[in-house]
């Protein structure tokens, strides 16, 4: 059985989520993909959040059929919807990334202001960590916060890059140091900076080789103010913060890179299957055979894991406990999602590189960003091999 640790409510679900993506993501690809329709993605997470689908792992919040929601269901929107579209996905991805750190840390203004209105698809978070000197290294952050006693206010400066659903989002969480004295694992903050605030700049729009219709930027802070409510958990919590939301990102990027691989796969199939090549079906000769099996292990690999993590997370296991399990998940499904497009191109011959000829190198630009998105694959190698070797500190 391939999708071994899901039960029949999982598929159900699955089939559910499926005809959804079918109904309301399929009919805007062509807006998302060729005119990079930014309204088309709102429309959709809109539906999405109609529906509950975004709530899904939030139980207190979720109100649908499911017996026992959880991250599970979450993966299975991921893998849905990133079957048709990464760019799409990717939305969901920080949507969800940016409702965690609200839903276990906000105060009860800003969860009541922000939280339900993204998990309903009204409105749109962002989450700024990565800076220009600073990605996988995330402890250097050079963004500083102070407090200002007089005003009660946090005063922000700093500059993110890399942000996705920047000078879109309503909502801004923004990383940065409170504390230059102690090390960044005590000095480093969260805080929640509402669109429209003063100071508060969106100079660049990136474009991607992939992911089109997604919007992602530079996000500037020069002397930003914020109540004191804003901020998320304790003075000198953000890198616990950033920390807990880790693995549940890996494992939805366990999702993503999934969906990705098996819409690659399933091309290069129909194209093997039905495509004649010296006289017999290209699906016939043995090198050709070589690469439908290598698809075939690498995604029922990434499943397997991504499952396995996300049942432990359901199951209550978290932290350093679900670390090596959730970086497996991300490491393997997202490189297999790279190595899904590159394969199916390579059966497809000429037709895999033109656009005239259906998504698979559309496929092939998207996939690219998997692995380094949500922390890179060397990142996630480390981070599995520090689990194997609890008693050697890595040399980063
Ligand atoms: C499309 C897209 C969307 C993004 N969205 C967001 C977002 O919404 N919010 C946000 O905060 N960030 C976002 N990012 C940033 C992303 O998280 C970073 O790009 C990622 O963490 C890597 O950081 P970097 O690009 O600075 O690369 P670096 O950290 O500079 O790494 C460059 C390369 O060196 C490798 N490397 C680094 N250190 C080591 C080491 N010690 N040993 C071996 N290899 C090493 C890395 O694995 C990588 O291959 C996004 C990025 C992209 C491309």
């Known amino acids: 059985m391939r999708d ?28 998302i993909e060729g005119a990079e329709d930014w309204d088309a993605q709102l429309e959709i997470c809109r539906a999405l959040g109609e529906a509950g689908y975004l709530k899904v792992m939030f139980r207190d919040l979720y109100a649908g059929s499911l017996s026992a929601p959880g991250l599970t269901h979450a993966v299975i ?35 009541e202001r922000f939280l339900l209105e993204i998990l ?47 000078s879109k989002a ?33 100079p660049r729009t ?36 950033m920390l807990g939301a880790f693995n549940f990102e890996r494992v939805i990027l366990g999702g993503s890179g999934l969906g990705v691989a098996r819409s690659a796969f399933e091309i290069a199939k129909a194209h093997a299957e039905s495509r004649s090549a010296f006289g017999r079906k290209l699906g016939s000769k043995q090198l050709i055979w070589d690469m439908i099996a290598q698809m075939s292990w690498r995604i029922d690999a990434s499943e397997l894991l991504t499952h396995r993590a996300a049942k432990m997370y359901d ?51 998207d996939a690219r960003a998997l692995p380094i998105v949500g922390g890179t694959s060397e990142m996630c190698k480390y981070l599995i091999a520090a689990r194997e070797m609890p008693s050697i500190k890595p040399d980063l």
């Open 170 to 202: 309503d909502v801004y969480i923004v990383w940065g140091i409170t504390d230059p004295d102690v090390a960044p694992q005590k000095g480093m903050s969260a805080i929640a900076v509402p669109a429209g605030t003063p100071g508060l700049g969106f």
């Open 120 to 166: 309903e698809g009204r409105a749109v978070g962002s989450i700024c960590m990565t800076e220009p000197n600073v990605g996988s290294d995330s402890a250097g952050m050079e963004t500083r916060i102070r407090f200002d006693e007089s005003t009660r206010e946090w005063v922000i400066d700093g500059f993110k890059r890399y942000i996705s659903n920047a």
């Open 4 to 31: 071994f640790f899901l039960t029949d409510e999982d598929r159900a679900f699955r089939a559910e989520i499926r005809g959804f993506m079918e109904r309301e993501l399929a009919p805007r690809l062509d807006r």
């Open 315 to 365: 199951a209550g296991i978290d932290g350093k406990e679900l670390m090596r399990e959730a970086s497996q998940a991300k490491l393997v499904a997202t490189e297999t999602a790279v190595f899904c497009a590159d394969r199916a191109v390579q059966i497809l011959g000429g037709d895999g590189v033109t656009r005239q000829y259906g998504r698979a190198e559309q496929i092939y630009r």
């Open 206 to 241: 990136y474009d991607f080789m992939g992911r089109r219709g997604c919007v992602v930027g530079e996000v500037t802070l020069d002397g930003v103010r914020v109540p004191e409510a804003n901020l998320l958990g304790a003075v000198g919590g953000g890198f616990r913060i």
């Open 77 to 111: 929107v991921s893998e849905e919807a990133a079957r048709l579209n990464y760019a799409f996905e990717t939305t969901i991805a920080t949507a969800l990334s940016c409702a965690y750190p609200l839903h276990a840390h906000a105060t009860a203004e800003i969860r």
